[in-house]
């Protein structure tokens, strides 16, 4: 390895090389700026990583697999990655919810098909399901544009307000905000399209009998019947090298095993970094620290660069619930009981509705759940490409307590994640597809179990296991979010912006806060330059 010279200098420094440090990295360059990405890790992508290491003929997703609000969101679409390599696939259907009686919940890309499948569960409901679909027609590009631009959207929320009485006015926005569980305001009869909303609102944190869950789980599933929940052909990790490859053609740099140790700050703005242990390099315009905010503030910085209100809010800091998560390479495709009308990529385990909310809810209560919500990735139905014919990389995770005060199950499970207790756990995550797949176990080739540990010391930004970058719940979102009265990339320290997904609109792979980040830097930077412009004239102060 050659090592850089002392006093390196670039317009910006960014830290982390996942999707967010690449996406501030690309429109950096964009508009100009010479950039150098450090990543920690010996390769690029945070949570967004393949590899064969569970068996060398499956390609399986380490962490992410599968990008809704990629395919939805503006910053992505801004960067043609299409353009760069990229090619998305979808499974036959977005998402499937196999019940106990044997029926499937389903959401196809196509919305009359989805509605026959829910009409045929529970008539009437494919008509609710079409009414909601055309509310959404009318504002959902509106809601999730105000969702994945800098807080606040104004422009956004203006195109929302427009749209608002045509979608359904305030009957909209309650139902938006009623949680996930709720009966009274869903225009559903069945459960199976609950199921979905439901399943949906799991994917985050948010208790499913709170405020915000309804939100979560009704965008995704729009999200889903809109643009499906696509996957990078031949892993998550096309993703991120398109990403890189993007960078690298407008003369960015990125730099893996480059760990970052410390950000020097000098009048209260960003300079420096140092990384690698002993190197430096100056940052003549931003420091971008795509890395969760604990990081950032707590271990990057020295506490006295820290302002007052940053060092308070970061005290009552939350952390998302852990995360245990086994990939699996099978003999056959999973045997499931009663087969999916479509065969799904997404698949959601869990018995009804009451049952989803109680294992969410003794996570939060510090309880490792009896019976744990799985939300299962087929990725070979997804995309054939990623194991031989006939074969399915799998995989499943589920959320657990960041600190375990006792297990609802019978095993005891107390929270050391040790390798006895992952596996045994990693065995209760199992019995509940056997429950619907009958004989599964017996096409298991090779397994991985992933415990809390094992995520974070395969990408440090994963503290504790914790996927999101910090909780969902409402009260650390938009304005909250990472601590009060932020909701924006800057933190305080001029120079220095957080574009991870600890910022807002928060975790998932969309590059939203990369992306802000990059257009505070830049916004920031003609700011100056104008003042600087103005006081340089002969004349002015
Ligand atoms: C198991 C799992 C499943 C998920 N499933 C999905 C999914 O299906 N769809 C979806 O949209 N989202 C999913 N997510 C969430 C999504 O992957 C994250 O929200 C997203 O990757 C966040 O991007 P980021 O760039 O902010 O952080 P990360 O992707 O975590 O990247 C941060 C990078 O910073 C590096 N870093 C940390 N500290 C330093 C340091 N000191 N110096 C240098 N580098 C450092 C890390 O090594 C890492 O590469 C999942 C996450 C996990 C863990």
Not at 39 to 68: L, Q, T
Not at 125 to 149: K, N, P, S, Y
Not at 229 to 255: I, K, Y
Not at 326 to 340: C, I, K, S, T
Request: charged content about 20%; overall charge neutral; aromatic content about 6%.
């Amino acid at each position: 390895m050659t090592v850089p010279a002392p006093h390196e200098t670039y317009d910006a420094v960014v830290i982390g090389a996942g999707p967010n440090g690449l996406v501030a990295a690309n429109r950096l360059a964009d508009a100009g700026w010479s950039v150098v990405v450090l990543e920690g890790r010996p390769h690029i992508g945070g949570a967004v990583h393949s590899d064969r290491s569970v068996d060398p003929a499956f390609e399986h997703d380490m962490f992410s697999s599968f990008y809704p609000l990629g395919a939805a969101s503006p910053a992505l679409r801004s960067l043609d990655l299409e353009g760069h390599g990229l090619r998305w696939r979808h499974a036959p259907a977005v998402l499937g919810h196999p019940r106990p009686d044997g029926t499937w919940a389903t959401l196809h890309r196509d919305r009359e098909v989805t509605a026959s499948l829910l009409d045929g569960l529970c008539p009437g409901d494919g008509e609710a399901w079409l009414a909601l679909c055309e509310r959404w027609d009318r504002i959902g590009d509106a809601l999730v544009e105000a969702l994945l631009t800098p807080f606040p959207p104004a422009r956004a929320t203006a195109k929302g307000l427009l749209r608002l009485r045509s979608a359904g006015g305030m009957d909209l926005v309650r139902m938006l905000l009623t949680p996930a569980l709720d009966d009274a305001l869903w225009p559903f009869r069945g459960e199976a399209p609950r199921l979905l909303v439901a399943g949906n609102a799991a994917h985050s944190d948010i208790p499913l009998d709170a405020p915000g869950s309804g939100l979560m789980g009704l965008l995704m599933t729009l999200v889903g019947q809109v643009h499906g929940f696509p996957v990078p052909e031949g892993g998550s990790s096309r993703l991120v090298e398109a990403l890189a490859r993007r960078l690298d053609s407008r003369g960015g740099e990125v730099r893996c095993s480059a760990p970052v140790d410390r950000i020097e700050v000098e009048g209260g703005r960003a300079v420096a970094v140092r990384y690698g242990g002993g190197s430096r390099v100056v940052a003549g315009r931003a420091v971008v620290g795509a890395v969760v905010a604990p990081i950032l503030y707590e271990r990057l910085l020295d506490p006295a660069d820290l302002p007052d209100r940053v060092r308070r809010g970061m005290r009552r800091f939350q952390l998302d619930p852990s995360t245990v998560k086994v990939d699996w390479a099978l003999d056959g495709p999973v045997p499931w009981q009663v087969p999916a009308p479509y065969a799904p990529g997404t698949v959601h385990v869990g018995d009804s509705l009451s049952q989803l909310s109680e294992s969410v809810g003794q996570i939060w209560a510090g309880y490792v759940p009896a019976r744990p919500f799985l939300l299962m990735g087929q990725m070979t139905t997804t995309d054939p490409t990623r194991s031989p014919s006939g074969t399915e990389a799998l995989w499943a995770y589920t959320h657990v307590p960041q600190q375990v005060r006792g297990d609802r199950g019978d095993e005891g499970i107390t929270g050391s994640w040790d390798a006895s207790e992952r596996e045994r756990f990693a065995d209760r995550m199992q019995a509940r597809i056997e429950e619907r797949a009958p004989g599964f176990a017996g096409r298991i080739r090779a397994r991985r179990v992933l415990g809390p540990r094992e995520l974070e010391a395969a990408n440090p930004n994963l503290i504790g296991g914790a996927v999101n970058g910090g909780t969902t719940q409402l009260h650390q979102e938009l304005i909250f979010r990472p601590v009060p009265g932020w909701g924006r990339a800057e933190t305080g320290i001029r120079g220095l912006y957080l574009g991870s997904a600890s910022a807002h609109p928060g975790g998932a792979v969309h590059g939203a806060p990369g992306m802000n980040a990059a257009r505070a830097a830049i916004a920031h930077e003609r700011f100056r330059a104008l003042k600087l412009g103005r006081r340089s004239r002969p004349g002015s102060r």
